[in-house]
């Protein structure tokens, strides 16, 4: 069974610090992606990935850095988080190529700044 | 680049009548087609994928939905609802493998008993 493991279910994190959100897929996947999901704003795309070392940007990428040194592994930072990131933060994985299929995700976690 | 519109943000429905949650996408290109449900504190899950072939796409727990190239549209419909169908539904496009989902901002539908 496919899979994408997000490694937190629930982080609280207070204003200011470094927070590290980890993703790993087990599916040899290329593609790996990074959402924040908020009410009545649906999926929103931060950062995504083809490819080991490499990064794209997406729509909201302010305040957030990406890596990855592993494929089965890509991490989304927050520098100094604030209170408006408190969001619920969705990983994703996809074959790359010209094979198109959907996008795997994982269990998303919910992370509130104070 | 591509957008997504799922017309109605909550849908109200009795339990075993139908239902339809619509999703128009605008695209200058080839675009394919996805269905996902999500479940209260979980992440999503594909109902359906419209990649080629015949219109009408079957998915799981008795979803289908058609795709209609002139409208746009990739509405998905159930004949009769459940409890448990109680969850958000996010429509997605993407032009190719290599490009990311692009997500609707999601429908809440509610069965009611």
């Known amino acids: 069974d496919v899979k994408v493991t997000q490694s937190s279910r629930y982080l609280v994190k207070r204003t200011g610090e470094k927070v590290f959100l980890e993703c790993v897929q087990d599916?040899?996947?290329?593609?790996m992606f990074w959402y924040r999901q908020d009410p009545g704003l649906g999926l929103r795309l931060i950062y995504f990935?083809?490819?080991?070392?490499?990064?794209e940007k997406g729509d909201i990428p302010e305040g957030y850095s990406v890596s990855r040194e592993k494929k089965e592994r890509f991490s989304l930072i927050l520098e100094s988080a604030s209170t408006n990131q408190t969001s619920m933060y969705l990983c994703?994985?996809?074959?790359?190529?010209?094979?198109?299929?959907?996008?795997?995700f994982g269990q998303g976690t919910r992370l509130t700044v104070v | 680049a591509q957008s997504v519109t799922q017309l109605d943000s909550q849908v109200p429905v009795f339990e075993e009548a139908p239902v339809e949650l619509r999703c128009n996408y605008s695209?200058?290109?080839?675009?394919?087609l996805f269905w996902y449900v999500q479940y209260p504190n979980q992440g999503l899950q594909l109902l359906l994928k419209?990649?080629?072939?015949?219109?009408l796409v079957k998915g799981i727990n008795g979803f289908e939905a058609e795709f209609n190239k002139s409208q746009t549209s990739f509405h998905l419909r159930k004949p009769s609802v459940h409890i448990s169908d109680t969850a958000e539904y996010f429509c997605?496009?993407?032009?190719?493998?290599?490009?990311?989902?692009?997500f609707g901002k999601g429908t809440r539908l509610s069965v009611i008993a």
């Open positions: 994703a994985s996809r074959t790359g190529g010209i094979v198109n299929t959907e996008a795997f």
């Open positions: 599916m040899d996947h290329e593609n």
């Open positions: 990935s083809y490819d080991v070392k490499m990064k």
């Open positions: 695209s200058s290109v080839s675009v394919y």
């Open positions: 419209y990649l080629s072939g015949s219109t």
């Open positions: 997605a496009v993407t032009p190719s493998g290599n490009t990311p989902l692009v």
